[in-house]
């Protein structure tokens, strides 16, 4: 059965970093797209960041230079290491396997994270 | 970036009902369009894919249509379970931008 559990979120200042983390189970993650997509209070889902089964990565304008997307093939887990954050980045973030480089068709239940001093 | 415009932003229909939710895209994205639903406090999930695609396990009721830059998600026939928020979203590029979601609220 496929699963992906997220962790690490929080309460942090303005300024601080976070790690993110999305252990899965049932399929290989280095195997497939994997994405983070956040959800703001309220508000609707907001694509963050991508990494390819061969490794690249790529991010929304609005953390580029802020967030890195990793992964750990011993640990089966994909991370999001976020930096500089700003209250605009308070949100759930959910981690979500892409099939066949197209729909996201797994989901974790979410962690939440709030910037605010 | 392709932008993606849903509508309407939010739908009042009672059970039994026929909804239709739009999603258009700034440019064309072929059929690389997927409708997922969200319930409160819930992770999205997947309903369809590719534009017209039922997602193993989703009930026949819904269906996807369209292709190019217009598509619509087709509810036949509204059950109490299907009042939810609805998110459209291209993988045709990255970004891979969602639409700003439907919400279905009962009449």
């Known amino acids: 059965e496929v699963q992906l559990v997220e962790s690490g979120g929080g309460l942090v200042q303005p300024g601080g970093s976070l790690r993110l983390s999305c252990a899965a189970s049932?399929?290989?993650?280095?195997?497939?797209?994997m994405n983070w997509v956040r959800q703001a209070p309220g508000k609707g889902l907001e694509w963050v960041s991508v990494m390819y089964s061969g490794g690249s990565t790529y991010y929304a304008d609005s953390v580029k230079g802020r967030f890195t997307i990793s992964r750990d093939s011993s640990k089966n887990s994909l991370y999001l290491q976020m930096y500089s954050l700003r209250p605009e980045d308070t949100a759930v973030y959910y981690c979500?396997?892409?099939?066949?480089?197209?729909?996201?068709?797994?989901w974790g239940q979410g962690t939440p994270v709030t910037v605010s001093s | 970036d392709i932008q993606m415009t849903q509508s309407p932003s939010s739908l009042s229909a009672s059970v039994g009902d026929r909804v239709t939710i739009t999603c258009r895209a700034s440019?064309?994205?072929?059929?690389?369009l997927n409708w997922y639903q969200q319930k409160p406090g819930k992770a999205p999930n997947l309903l369809i894919y590719?534009?017209?695609t039922l997602q193993s396990g989703v009930p026949s009721r819904f269906r996807g249509s369209g292709s190019g830059t217009d598509f619509t998600l087709t509810i036949s026939s509204l059950q109490p379970e299907d009042f939810a928020t609805y998110y459209c979203?291209?993988?045709?590029?990255?970004?891979?931008?969602f639409g700003q979601g439907t919400k279905l609220e009962i009449k």
């Open positions: 979203q291209q993988s045709y590029s990255i970004p891979y931008i």
């Open positions: 440019q064309s994205i072929n059929s690389y």
């Open positions: 979500a396997r892409q099939y066949s480089g197209s729909y996201l068709d797994f």
């Open positions: 049932g399929f290989t993650v280095s195997n497939y797209y």
């Open positions: 590719a534009a017209i």
